[in-house]
T-cell receptor, first 113, second 114 residues
Framework: AQSVSQHNHHVILSEAASLELGCNYS??????LFWYVQYPGQHLQLLLK??????LVKGIKGFEAEFIKSKFSFNLRKPSVQWSDTAEYFC???????????FGAGTRLTVKP | GAVVSQHPSRVICKSGTSVKIECRSL??????MFWYRQFPKQSLMLMAT?????????EQGVEKDKFLINHASLTLSTLTVTSAHPEDSSFYIC??????????FGPGTRLTVL
């Protein structure tokens, strides 16, 4: 069965620090990969996605993620975080059938001003 | 992306009562919508897939008679939690599938059963 694991439950950084959130998945076929963000009091929003092509994907607000097929990973990165990046980040995977979407447990990012 | 709304955003009910949660697509005709449940500090768990005009498909372990789903139109899906109990207290989120396999999420409904 497919699964998604996020390594960090809570990450605390100071502004301008670099960020990398880990995401590994287990799935027996071609996958689509997503990162969603949930800001405090708001709903889930798509941050970026990978379907095919360049494994380095750039999303909104300076975020990027790299798909490494051999490692079954899709880590999220940002070179310099801001206080406004404080949020919960979810990695998600689905197969060719949209019904298979699975989410990681989420990583709470707290950025100290 | 598509805009999805949920109503109510927050509901408190007594044990044994039923609660209906609406999920509306405001600008997209969604043949497929999804219902998730999110426990505190845990991941979203897919409960069921709602298909317009047909019966919903439930994930393993989800009681279809307890969580009634109706997708009566291309813009509305409802989840009814029947005979709610305190253990049903949770955050319920709907989403719809966009045209490119991307899901767009509603703001969620927090259900508290006393």
């Amino acid at each position: 069965a497919q699964s998604v694991s996020q390594h960090n439950h809570h990450v605390i950084l100071s502004e301008a620090a670099s960020l990398e959130l880990g995401c590994n998945y287990s799935y027996g076929g071609t996958v689509n990969l997503f990162w969603y963000v949930q800001y405090p009091g708001q709903h889930l929003q798509l941050l970026l996605k990978y379907f095919s092509g360049d494994p380095l994907v750039k999303g909104i607000k300076g975020f990027e993620a790299e798909f490494i097929k051999s490692k079954f990973s899709f880590n999220l990165r940002k070179p310099s975080v801001q206080w406004s990046d404080t949020a919960e980040y979810f990695c998600a995977v689905n197969g060719m059938n949209n019904n298979d979407m699975r989410f990681g447990a989420g990583t709470r990012l707290t950025v100290k001003p | 992306g598509a805009v999805v709304s949920q109503h109510p955003s927050r509901v408190i009910c007594k044990s044994g009562t039923s609660v209906k949660i609406e999920c509306r697509s405001l600008d997209f005709q969604a043949t497929t919508m999804f219902w998730y449940r999110q426990f505190p500090k845990q991941s979203l768990m897919l409960m069921a897939t709602s298909n317009e005009g047909s019966k919903a498909t439930y994930e393993q372990g989800v009681e279809k008679d307890k969580f009634l789903i109706n997708h009566a139109s291309l813009t509305l899906s409802t989840l009814t939690v029947t005979s709610a109990h305190p253990e049903d207290s949770s955050f319920y989120i709907c989403s719809l599938a966009g045209s490119t396999d991307t899901q767009y999420f509603g703001p969620g409904t927090r259900l508290t059963v006393l």
